[in-house]
């Protein structure tokens, strides 16, 4: 199975407001048993795009007093709790699988009346939930909050609010052939270095996959872009981005800029268009390639290559800043028209809110959690948590921005084209026009 972080959870919107019941399990009272669905990745946020009523046909809300609509992995594990908590409330709860634009349609059904009252999302769905007014401020014990890994618990927290509870991260990390390269680079040019080598010697094809593709990919290359001083978008004082300032252009992402193209098809051939999402794993996991810049869904198609590898954080440039991969925040979300808040909130803050609801969400889908206790644990049983989690340490909150449908594509456009040997400071300056009109458009 080829699996792609664009596929499964780059924020880039694929289908508008295409919104389909893939499943649906009601969990009545008493007797009654749910199902479950095959697993899948977890649905993407997108851009979570403002929405109206009549935007769409969402999916007819089950007549339940408790809604969660949420993707088929996490689905698997949410059933059996949620069966608990109705037949110990004395209420029907519903479990349904939305199959795609999770994001854009529970905006769009929450503002017609006939959404969820619990959804499962990443963390890029606040700011377009927030700005249609979407979502529900949650109540947690800052003592249960100690128990979450800090900037996890930050990517869902605006104004000194939190708007959900975070349940797993993920982020891009440096895989490596340890036959190819038996030390981890300390940094980019180590990594070219020792990866170029192992080319020469025919140990591999290549010494880096990395997605670029002829649209390109942001995601996977904002750690370079960063460490090279490179910025999408200044920060202000509290450490969120600041729109108003777009940094595409600065003199550091124009330098940041060169030094990916140095890493291109005119340079060192270390970046290459003809890498994209559907066989920069497979690059890897067929022992073309050295090194191999992914996320924890990268993992299964790893290991059952039989490849001897070893993970750790994307590497910086030498005397670069951290490289610094976005972190992605699964969480659940309480809707602001929820039917009944009150039990919303209570699944959310009590029943999902504990070390065993938590280590059930890894065991239907393995990445790393972010309650330190649950980390530990699975840790224990599988080491590769514990590095995929140190892959974190560094990372960026993902903009959460609506207007980020308009950001994601030029931007990623601009990295193809300097990989491909367009002129950096000219392609810099050009996208960062194209990000001011999506930001102005707002």
């Not at 004395?90 to 349904?96: D, K, N, P, S």
């Not at 030498?318 to 610094?324: H, I, T, V």
């Not at 206790?373 to 560094?394: I, Q, W, Y």
Request: with cysteine.
């Amino acid at each position: 199975m080829k699996s792609t972080r664009r596929q499964r959870v780059f924020p880039v919107p694929r289908g508008r407001l295409v919104a389909v019941l893939a499943a649906m399990v009601l969990l009545p009272v008493a007797g009654c048993s749910g199902g479950s669905s095959d697993a899948a990745a977890p649905a993407p946020a997108a851009a979570s795009p403002s929405a109206s009523p009549g935007a769409s046909a969402a999916p007819a809300r089950s007549d339940a007093d408790l809604v969660i609509w949420t993707n088929e992995a996490a689905s698997r594990a949410i059933t059996p709790l949620a069966q608990k908590f109705g037949q110990d409330n004395g209420i029907t709860v519903a479990v349904q699988v939305i199959a795609n634009d999770l994001a854009a349609t529970a905006i769009t059904a929450n503002a017609a009346g006939n959404g969820p009252d619990v959804l499962t999302l990443p963390n890029d769905f606040l700011g377009g939930a927030l700005q249609n007014g979407a979502i529900s401020p949650l109540s947690i014990d800052p003592a249960d909050l100690a128990a979450y890994d800090q900037s996890s618990l930050a990517s869902v927290t605006r104004n000194g609010q939190v708007w959900a509870l975070p349940y797993a991260v993920e982020n891009l990390v440096l895989y490596r052939n340890t036959k190819a390269a038996p030390k981890a680079p300390a940094t980019v040019e180590d990594l070219v270095s020792t990866g170029q080598a192992a080319v020469r010697k025919g140990i591999v094809k290549r010494a880096l996959a990395l997605p670029v593709g002829q649209e390109g990919d942001a995601y996977h290359m904002t750690p370079f872009f960063n460490s090279a001083g490179g910025s999408m978008f200044a920060k202000k004082a509290d450490g969120q981005y600041d729109p108003s300032q777009v940094g595409v252009d600065s003199a550091a992402s124009i330098k940041a800029a060169q030094k990916i193209a140095a890493l291109g098809e005119k340079g060192s051939k270390v970046l290459s268009r003809s890498i994209d999402g559907t066989n920069a794993i497979a690059q890897f996991t067929e022992g073309k390639s050295a090194y191999l810049v992914s996320g924890p869904w990268a993992l299964a198609d790893i290991r059952k290559s039989k490849l001897p590898y070893d993970i750790t954080p994307v590497p910086p440039f030498k005397g670069g800043q951290p490289a610094s991969p976005y972190l992605g925040v699964q969480a659940f979300w309480t809707m602001s028209k929820a039917k009944n808040p009150a039990f919303a909130e209570e699944f959310v803050t009590k029943t999902m809110n504990t070390p065993e609801a938590q280590k059930a969400m890894y065991d239907e889908d393995p990445r790393p959690p972010v309650r330190s206790d649950v980390l530990k644990t699975v840790s224990a049983e599988d080491p590769d948590m514990a590095k995929l989690a140190a892959g974190a340490k560094n990372g960026a909150l993902l903009p959460d921005f609506a207007f980020m449908a308009g950001v994601w594509p030029p931007m990623s456009q601009a990295f193809a084209s300097i990989v491909g040997g367009a002129d950096p400071e000219k392609t810099m300056k050009s996208t960062a026009k194209s990000i001011q009109s999506a930001v102005a458009a707002q």
